[in-house]
């Protein structure tokens, strides 16, 4: 059964830095386009960033833009959201997604294109 977990979420004062993991099980995260999705409470769920097959193109929303920094580990199968420069408004429950097709520019942020879904891990950003 196709399964994505997300951890390394938790509690962290502005300004400070998280790391975010997306472990798969049952399929090779390396033939996937691999996004992190956030959603605070009361909003609406957002894109933040998107590594894609097959090349391994990377996407960011302009909120995290310099500050977040996805990678992949294909010996551990895991994808990383790094987090530095934490603001409250990173607040949120964020979610890794998995989808077979190439993403680009034009579409990576569109959570209606991804086939797989973690269940969240939440990210809370106060002093």
């Known amino acids: 059964q196709v399964q994505l977990v997300e951890s390394g979420g938790g509690l962290v004062q502005p300004g400070g830095s998280l790391r975010l993991s997306c472990a798969a099980s049952a399929f090779t995260l390396n033939y996937y386009s691999i996004g992190w999705f956030r959603q605070a409470p009361g909003k609406e769920r957002e894109g933040v960033s998107c590594i894609s097959r097959p090349d391994g193109s990377t996407y960011y929303a302009d909120s995290v833009k310099g500050r977040f920094t996805i990678s992949r580990d294909n010996a551990k199968n895991t994808v990383y959201l790094q987090m530095n420069s934490l603001k409250p408004e990173d607040t949120a429950v964020y979610y890794c997604?998995?989808?077979?097709?190439?993403?680009?520019?034009?579409?990576?942020?569109?959570?209606?294109?991804?086939?797989?879904w973690g269940q969240g891990t939440q990210v809370t950003v106060s002093s």
């Open positions: 997604a998995a989808d077979p097709l190439r993403k680009y520019r034009s579409n990576w942020s569109k959570g209606d294109l991804y086939d797989y």
